[in-house]
């Protein structure tokens, strides 16, 4: 989307409102046609807030998020809403995650909270991603100014923009279209597309801090920002603006929270919780069972019974260590409750400068310049590491003088015992996620020859570093000082093995990632001819972009020396580039005063996956001056990412699933064959781009001044879906799918799976990135405004952005039945049925107050996860209700002052139970609740030329 032309004022939103008393201005009546009206009601149905401009303001023309051409101030056929500045500041947001999370368009997005991924390859971890429609991160386009960003360097199966980056104290207003945008915009808007739009023109100088704190303690924040512009476009000929923002969070923790106690989660989900704990536990094989049992060995008083035991005694090690009978462990060992010591938020330190320049160089034309240059540092503290040792008998407490060496002509290895030890000496795993953001445009704009112009070259740069701090450890060291005896796994180690485990931390860089974007672009617009309606108008538009993307590993990494850290291999390094181009054209046509038709059609080629023409047809009636009616069809597409085209092999773990072959063989006995199977992710060069298609229905009804309704039906379906099929879905059809898992009997001379014609159990279960299955998706939003409704105590005003989502299903491979994540939480998480965010405002004098209210409804849990203790599935469970109340005041203290205090989550309400085995947060869903709990916070802002 292009920019704003320079010599209007800051922005929609200020023009509207300047010079007013209230809350919300008097309507304005242009002298323009029906169809300009009929934009202006299209706009209003779907805004937070009002947009109306006064009698006296100018009618000029602008370009909103959906459409390149100029229009009449608010003039847009398509469903957009706005999150003003004001919004933003009386909910006492400072991120870019945080506004976000008001779209109820939205589900599933990255925030903070679900991306904690400490105990495994931390893919992606310190991404915060949008995704409207829970479509994906990779189909919501997100914008700074119309123009591109690029996207979170670290490989994932999530391609986006790292709202880090996103200079939040320097936007202006949020804009949302919830309408497939490819035609105009790209390939990745499916979706939809978020833009982020910052000021203009803005001359004085604004000082704003925020102070936060939660009511139990944790997560605590501050924030500070100052603004400044100088010289007045339309008198100076220039206007230079910059604003510096810095704010910090405190971190977490589990033990800050009364709601994790209150989960009871050793009780309700014992499955989930971890069988390797501090001081070890020891696991037996089957031979060194029976000769134990032979013998009469007691555990803990008690004959054994069980392959897993811990001989520490009865009490294991509480809170974090606990005797559970049917935790995961089993009744004679100790599990390990990871929650007791767990991190729910990540300290930050997050720093952003964003400057923008403008000089008119005459002629109607002007030069401009953009640097955004964002910091964000957040450091994640996990659980102890955790290791399996092979440790000789005589050097375990409890088993010294057992003689399991008698069985070495049974077994050449019966003397070593495997420990199973949280290795809680060497401190948490504490690691640190350092995520920069670059950006430099220069543009020119104007009017040359009947055509307002615009042309701009983008540098955008995004690099992650992932560094290690504390617990994450160098192997061999840690096996010298089991061996040495320094260190110990079943109690307290003296003053060697602390020295031991100092000694084996590594510190520093694991893995570094750099993603690079380079374009052009050039569009134009401009009047054709008059029909009866209005102009016919004409944009434009061309871009040429180069991506590239450099991933590398520490060699300490690539080896696989560290605990706790999941290397590639030795040839994960990778350095991939591509190049992209595209045109577009948009035609507005408004062929009477009731009826406009807009046509849009955008080619793209991607090097490598090919090209792809997306068109568009939007049509927009107004039968009478309170109703108006607007429909849009067309078809995008989204091409792979060059993670999913190059990534190397990645490695991780499936849940706890069940190995159908194991069950024909063993009664069906999930305690002996459901279990956590290792999984090998393949990309793939040869993937095509997904395709789509959609369309939308809308009304808006506007009777008077005060009130306006929007209703919008929205239908979208993609095909030949980018993905992997789920291990659950291999695993539960082999007759289609069984080439996917690989067998230690299938002599296929792969690496670690050693052939063995007697053994059927699973080595690794591939997930290969393929062009399959469908996703269809359906619903209805709702927009409702009630403003300026004046009264003796005070202007009161309502708004309400509802999504009643109708239809979210995904067919995971071709052929297959689609599966629903509509009000059900499947392997990837849920699409609640109905989300709405409500604000009710008032404002009397200098005073003003907003009570707002954040609602997802209600979801069957994840209830197929299995007891593997008891072979049973857990209790079925439904997800509560999420809502949240917040309430926020000011006062305009003098001139230029104005002071706001506000309570976010204010009946302190908990994140609903959840029974969810995907995130590694257990107890509750992590991906849309908020663990802070009541939210006090207040903040100062003083505005002065």
């Known amino acids: 989307m292009a920019h704003r032309p ?42 937070p807030v009002a947009t109306w401009a006064q009698d006296t303001a100018p009618t000029q023309r602008v370009e909103v998020t959906g459409s390149a051409i100029k229009r009449i101030d608010g003039e847009t056929a398509l469903p957009v809403q706005v999150i003003s500045r004001e919004e933003i500041n009386k909910a006492g947001l400072t991120t870019a995650s945080e506004i976000l999370s008001r779209i109820s368009a939205s589900a599933n997005n990255l925030t903070d909270g679900a991306s904690i991924g400490t105990g495994g390859f931390r893919d992606q971890m310190g991404f915060n991603g949008a995704n409207l429609r ?16 690029a ?35 790209g390939s990745d808007a499916i979706g939809g597309v978020i833009n982020f739009i910052t000021r203009r023109d803005y001359q004085g100088v604004e000082v704003s801090a925020l102070i936060g704190a939660t009511q139990e303690g944790g997560a605590g924040k501050r924030s500070a920002s100052v603004a400044g512009g100088w010289g007045d476009f339309s008198k100076d000929g220039f206007n230079v603006f910059g604003v510096l923002d810095l704010q910090s969070t405190s971190r977490l923790d589990t033990s800050q929270r009364k709601f994790i106690n209150d989960l009871k989660i050793p009780e309700r989900l014992p499955h989930l919780l971890s069988g390797v704990p501090f001081p070890a536990n020891l696991r037996l094989s089957g031979l060194q069972f029976d000769h134990l049992e032979s013998q009469g060995f007691q555990v803990n008083g008690q004959p054994i019974s069980e392959r897993t035991i811990n001989l520490q005694g009865p009490g294991c090690n509480p809170p974090f260590s606990l005797p559970l009978k049917d935790g995961i462990a089993g009744p004679q060992a100790c599990t390990y409750d990871y929650m007791r010591e767990l991190e729910l938020y990540p300290k930050t330190q997050k720093a952003s400068l964003f400057g923008r320049g403008v000089l008119d160089v005459g002629g109607g034309h002007q030069v401009f310049a953009e640097l ?35 069985l070495l002509g049974e077994d050449d290895t019966a003397n070593f015992v495997t420990v199973r030890a949280r290795l809680t000496e060497a401190g948490k795993r504490t690691s640190e996620l350092v995520s920069n953001g670059q950006r430099l445009v220069l543009g020119a704009s104007g009017t040359l020859a009947q055509w307002d112009y615009e042309v701009g070259l983008n540098r955008s740069v995004n690099k992650v570093s992932d560094r290690d701090h504390q617990g994450y450890l160098i192997e061999s060291k840690v096996i010298e000082g089991i061996e040495s005896g320094a260190i110990n796994l079943f109690g307290p180690s003296g003053a060697a093995g602390l020295t031991a485990w100092e000694a084996a931390q590594y510190r520093g860089e694991v893995r570094r990632a750099t993603g690079t974007m380079t374009s052009l672009d050039v569009r134009g617009s401009r009047d054709l001819m008059k029909l009866s309606g209005g102009n016919l108008a004409l944009a434009l538009g061309a871009e040429l972009r180069r991506e590239s993307q450099d991933y590398h590993q520490s060699p300490e990494l690539a080896e696989d020396t560290i605990l706790g850290e999941s290397s590639q ?31 849009a059609a955008r080619h793209e080629r991607y090097q490598v996956t090919g090209s792809a023409t997306s068109p568009k047809l939007g049509l927009r009636y107004v039968p009478s001056k309170e109703v108006l009616l607007r429909a849009s069809v067309g078809a995008g597409f989204r091409a792979p ?16 699933l069940p190995d159908p072959v194991c069950m024909a063989e063993n009664d069906n006995d999930l305690t002996y064959c459901a279990d956590i199977w290792e999984t090998r992710t393949f990309s793939n060069p040869a993937l095509k781009p997904e395709k789509s298609k959609q369309f939308s229905l809308g009304a808006v009804f506007e009777p008077n001044s005060q009130f306006s309704l929007s209703v919008d039906y929205w239908n979208i379906e993609k095909r030949d879906l980018i993905s992997t099929l789920g291990e659950d879905v291999i695993l539960g059809n082999l007759a289609k799918y069984e080439s996917l898992v690989h067998r230690y009997n299938e002599d296929e001379g792969l690496e670690d799976c050693d052939y063995d014609e007697t053994d059927s159990a699973i080595c690794f279960i591939e997930l290969n990135k393929q062009n399959r299955g469908r996703q269809k998706l359906s619903g209805v939003d709702i927009g409702l405004n009630l403003r300026g409704l004046k009264t003796s105590v005070g202007t009161f005003g309502a708004r309400l952005n509802g999504t009643l989502t109708l239809t979210s299903k995904k067919q995971l491979g071709d052929g297959d039945p689609y599966v629903s994540d509509l009000g059900k939480f499947v392997n990837y998480g849920v699409v609640q049925r109905w989300r709405h965010t409500l604000s009710l405002d008032w404002e009397y004098d200098t005073w003003g107050a907003t009570l707002s209210n954040n609602y997802l409804s209600g979801y069957e849990d994840q209830n197929n996860a299995i007891d593997t203790n008891t072979g049973s599935i857990v209790d079925n469970n439904r997800v509560k209700a999420y809502s949240l109340w917040n309430l926020s005041g000011s ?11 506000g309570v976010q989550n204010l009946f302190n309400t908990a994140p609903p139970f959840s029974n969810q085995a995907y995130h590694f947060i257990s107890g509750y869903d992590p991906s849309y609740t908020d663990p802070r709990g009541r939210y006090f916070y207040l903040s100062a802002q003083y505005r002065f030329k």
């Open 569 to 599: 291999g030795p040839d994960a390094d990778f350095r991939r580039s591509r190049n992209v181009s595209a045109v577009w054209t948009e035609l507005s046509a408004p062929l009477s005063k009731e009826l406009e038709l807009q046509l």
């Open 891 to 901: 006062w305009e203290a003098s001139k230029g002052l104005v002071l706001r205090a």
């Open 134 to 149: 829970g479509m994906g991160v990779s189909s919501t386009l997100v914008l700074l100014n119309g123009r591109r960003m």
């Open 372 to 406: 955004a240059l964002t910091r964000s540092n957040s450091y994640y503290v996990g659980t102890p590491n955790r290791a399996d040792f092979e440790i000789d008998y005589r050097k375990i407490p409890g088993l010294e003088n057992t003689g399991l060496d008698s």
């Open 641 to 656: 990412s060059m993670t999913d085209l190059y990534r190397p092999v990645s490695t991780s773990a499936s849940a706890t």
């Open 6 to 47: 320079h010599t209007l004022p800051n922005t929609l939103l200020n023009r509207a409102t300047k010079g007013m008393q209230g809350p919300w201005p008097r309507r304005q009546r242009f002298e323009v046609s029906t169809t300009a009206r009929a934009a202006l009601l299209a706009l209003a149905g779907s805004l």
């Open 151 to 185: 996207n979170f360097a670290s490989p994932g199966d999530s391609v986006g923009v790292d709202l880090n980056n996103i200079p939040a104290a320097a936007i202006q207003r949020v804009e949302i279209l919830l309408d497939g945008a490819s035609a105009l915009y």
